[in-house]
């Protein structure tokens, strides 16, 4: 879209007249904050630093919402969390150096799941930039390189007045699809340095549209209504887009089988005649996707996971929609479409001719009944039946966080998310830590729905700070640690590879007694109390602790 700046309203003379003369005291952080404002941002989440005293400092005299956490990487992920639940840009303050780069794996997680965060920087005084060894505190040759690779755009600040431009930039940038974190870098002494600029009132940062070529559509719809087994993949760009309904109405029109990736949870319902859910970590699914004739591929690049480890094979045609362009046909030859999902959806449904296929839901309880039948000739029943009793603790409208831990492997496959946007996980970067901060984003965004994070004890240890962060805001987050007393996903990966283990095995804390003394109830569960317990901590106001010694198994994998 076109942003066509004359259609503004001329200022009234009021406005004038503030503009000529802006209260005092003023400084380059104020500009932030009011670009923020300006921009429609009411929470923020970071920690201070030295060199980012002035945007605190402004803060301070701003109606703005400030959630601090104690690690700026759990800072990172819990404005992750804030831009997936809410589809608002999350803001993330950080200072220079060792607290810029400290949320770098956050970003790294925000970029793979197409999380809005806008993360702003300090950096050293003006003076001591261009590369130069000046010696300042905290000073890098070249911060902003550590950050190209990651976001989808870096913005440099180099004088007061270019503040609101780049951060409207970078707003606009981080809120078109695809979603994703971007950068600003703002040197101190502009941040602390007096400014007469205006206050900064509305900024013009609208999203770009990503349409989908029409001429395309028409060929996609067409090997869609013409297709004997046609089968859809939906991916997180459906969950992000907020597409899940067209999504269902065009499954139902073609009577074409979905199955969702990880990072699509919830996209399609569990329930549906035509979910093949998510088991496409399962050979059986796979085999069902390469026997399509069209499959349609939407928010999904088909990677490692989402492709069975790269054994899938496809023998039909591939139609894939997505907004990230480096996504389309990078695993697959395929007819690519580059457009934001929900849009290309609705084109799709304008263009398809219906079609029935009375066997579809058929096939689609077959393949589920072959798939369950071979866990179930795992004897894999304590993971199931843990599961299960999450599922039943857990409300209906609550999001739940997963950390990488043996747990949600399996809630990855076999974890009934009920609705979109609920199920969130840090698989599209594949870091530790995410589920409790990650929880507390999201708690900060709807403090009035109890959230579920589910930690391994491991990744449990990347976190415990943000028990302190739980208690000062009493956020509504239920933590389960599952202790197994390591690294128990890396445990049997080295021995199913390896047949020894090595650097595995943790010392840990009481994490019960830890949580109780920073304030946070806590109680040591077994398998058969964990569904009460959990609802008990869910239906209490505040944060609370739920521990779970087990020892977990994974499923045996199908793509060796």
């Not at 502009?190 to 989908?212: F, G, I, K, Y």
């Not at 594949?430 to 984003?441: I, N, R």
């Amino acid at each position: 879209m076109s942003h066509d700046h004359d259609e503004r309203p001329p200022l009234t003379p009021e406005q004038i007249e503030a503009a000529l003369n802006p209260p005092p005291g003023r400084t380059g952080g104020d500009l932030v904050i009011e670009t923020l404002r300006g921009l429609g941002a009411t929470t923020v989440f970071g920690l201070p630093g030295q060199h980012a005293l002035g945007i605190f400092d402004a803060l301070r005299r701003s109606p703005l919402s400030y959630v601090g956490l104690r690690v700026e990487n759990n800072a990172g992920f819990a404005a992750d969390a804030y831009g997936r639940i809410t589809g608002e840009a999350a803001p993330l303050l950080l200072s220079t150096g060792p607290g810029a780069l400290t949320s770098l794996a956050a970003l790294q997680e925000a970029a793979a799941a197409s999380a809005p965060v806008l993360a702003i920087s300090s950096q050293v005084p003006a003076a001591g930039l261009g590369g130069g060894r000046h010696g300042y505190l905290h000073e890098l040759r070249d911060q902003q390189a550590s950050f190209r690779d990651i976001v989808k755009s870096v913005h440099l600040v180099r004088t007061a007045s270019q503040i609101p431009s780049a951060i409207a930039a970078a707003w606009e940038s981080a809120l078109t699809a695809p979603h994703g974190p971007v950068w600003v870098e703002i040197p101190e002494d502009v941040l602390s340095a007096e400014t007469v600029l205006p206050v900064v009132t509305a900024p013009d940062a609208t999203p770009r549209e990503v349409p989908a070529r029409p001429e395309l559509i028409a060929v996609a719809a067409h090997l869609l209504s013409h297709a004997r087994r046609p089968a859809i993949v939906a991916g997180g760009g459906v969950v992000r887009s907020d597409a899940s309904g067209k999504l269902r109405a065009l499954a139902e029109r073609i009577d074409a089988p979905v199955v969702t990736t990880y990072g699509g949870k919830g996209a399609f319902p569990w329930n549906h005649p035509l979910s093949l859910r998510s088991w496409i970590e399962d050979r059986h699914t796979t085999d069902f996707l390469e026997d399509a004739d069209v499959l349609l591929v939407v928010g999904s690049g088909l990677g490692e996971l989402s492709s069975n480890y790269h054994t899938f094979a496809p023998r039909g045609r591939i139609v894939q929609i997505e907004a990230d362009v480096g996504k389309l046909e990078a695993n697959h030859p395929a007819l690519g479409i580059h457009a934001d999902a929900r849009d290309a959806l609705a084109e799709l449904l304008d263009a398809v001719a219906p079609r029935t296929d009375p066997t579809a839901a058929a096939r689609v309880a077959e393949l589920l009944d072959r798939v369950r039948e071979r866990i179930d000739a795992q004897g894999r029943t304590l993971e199931q039946h843990l599961l299960a009793e999450i599922r039943r603790a857990l409300p209906d409208t609550s999001p739940s966080f997963w950390d990488m831990t043996i747990l949600s492997y399996w809630a990855w496959a076999a974890f009934d998310a009920r609705r979109p946007n609920t199920m969130h996980s840090a698989q599209g970067s594949g870091g530790l830590g995410y589920a409790f901060p990650g929880a507390l984003g999201a708690a900060t965004a709807d403090p009035a729905t109890p959230v579920l994070a589910v930690s391994g004890d491991g990744g449990a240890m990347y976190s415990l700070a943000e028990l302190a962060t739980a208690r000062q805001y009493d956020l509504p987050v239920t933590w389960l640690i599952v202790d197994d007393g390591g690294y128990g996903i890396l445990r049997a990966y080295m021995d199913a590879s390896f047949g020894a283990t090595t650097a595995t095995e943790l010392a840990r804390p009481d994490f019960v007694a830890l949580a109780e003394s920073f304030g946070v109830p806590a109680v040591r569960t077994d398998p058969e109390t964990l569904g009460d317990d959990l609802a008990a901590a869910l239906a209490r106001p505040g944060p609370s602790v739920v521990v779970l010694p087990a020892v977990l198994e994974m499923f045996e994998p199908t793509h060796q």
